[in-house]
T-cell receptor, first 114, second 114 residues
Framework: KNQVEQSPQSLIILEGKNCTLQCNYTVSPFSNLRWYKQDTGRGPVSLTIMTFSENTKSNGRYTATLDADTKQSSLHITASQLSDSASYICVVSAAGNAGNMLTFGGGTRLMVKP | NAGVTQTPKFQVLKTGQSMTLQCAQDMNHNSMYWYRQDPGMGLRLIYYSASEGTTDKGEVPNGYNVSRLNKREFSLRLESAAPSQTSVYFC?????????????FGSGTRLTVV
């Protein structure tokens, strides 16, 4: 069964600090991996997408890494801001043509405090 | 640019009542999806529609029905609501089955069944 595990479940950091969120997956065959940001009361919004051949991808202060050999990804947030407080969801897509090829992680809830 | 619009945003039902959650997208996407999100769990696919005129079951379809009314609209119906269906429901759409372009999510419907 395809699975995506995220850690930690929750995290509190001070404004201006960096943090790293982890994602381990057992999805096969692998197509791509996305990180989504979900603000409270809103739907998830895509931050980055990474395919098998990509190791690192940045989107502003967000940097995602992918190790396809160990099936791990991380999302690093630099110089955190209060607006980074949200849930971050790792989503792995399996290769195939069906519409149900995505597996969602449970998310990491990040709180940035002043 | 509305994106994906869900109605209602909040709903309280009594056990056994029925209701329909509405979803509409204005991006001319072919694929549409209904997910539920429960605390500590990843989003789980209820039903999806790969294209107008087709619908398929996802991971947790029991107790739900869907209608792809046209290319823009995809509704989710609870015929006889149960407390286990208390959740936040998200509609999403994608251009290609989400593998490349990802999803655009609506803002969610928070449903409580008492």
């Amino acid at each position: 069964k395809n699975q995506v595990e995220q850690s930690p479940q929750s995290l509190i950091i001070l404004e201006g600090k960096n943090c790293t969120l982890q994602c381990n997956y057992t999805v096969s065959p692998f197509s791509n991996l996305r990180w989504y940001k979900q603000d409270t009361g809103r739907g998830p919004v895509s931050l980055t997408i990474m395919t098998f051949s990509e190791n690192t991808k940045s989107n502003g202060r967000y940097t995602a890494t992918l190790d396809a050999d160990t099936k791990q990804s991380s999302l690093h947030i630099t110089a955190s801001q209060l607006s980074d407080s949200a849930s971050y969801i790792c989503v792995v897509s399996a290769a195939g043509n069906a519409g149900n090829m995505l597996t969602f992680g449970g998310g990491t809830r990040l709180m940035v405090k002043p | 640019n509305a994106g994906v619009t869900q109605t209602p945003k909040f709903q309280v039902l009594k056990t056994g009542q029925s209701m329909t959650l509405q979803c509409a997208q204005d991006m001319n996407h072919n694929s549409m999806y209904w997910y539920r999100q429960d605390p500590g769990m990843g989003l789980r696919l209820i039903y999806y529609s790969a294209s107008e005129g087709t619908t398929d079951k996802g991971e947790v379809p029991n107790g739900y029905n869907v209608s792809r009314l046209n290319k823009r609209e995809f509704s989710l119906r609870l015929e006889s609501a149960a407390p286990s269906q208390t959740s936040v429901y998200f509609c999403a759409s994608s251009e290609d089955g989400a593998r490349v372009y990802g999803y655009t999510f609506g803002s969610g419907t928070r449903l409580t069944v008492v």
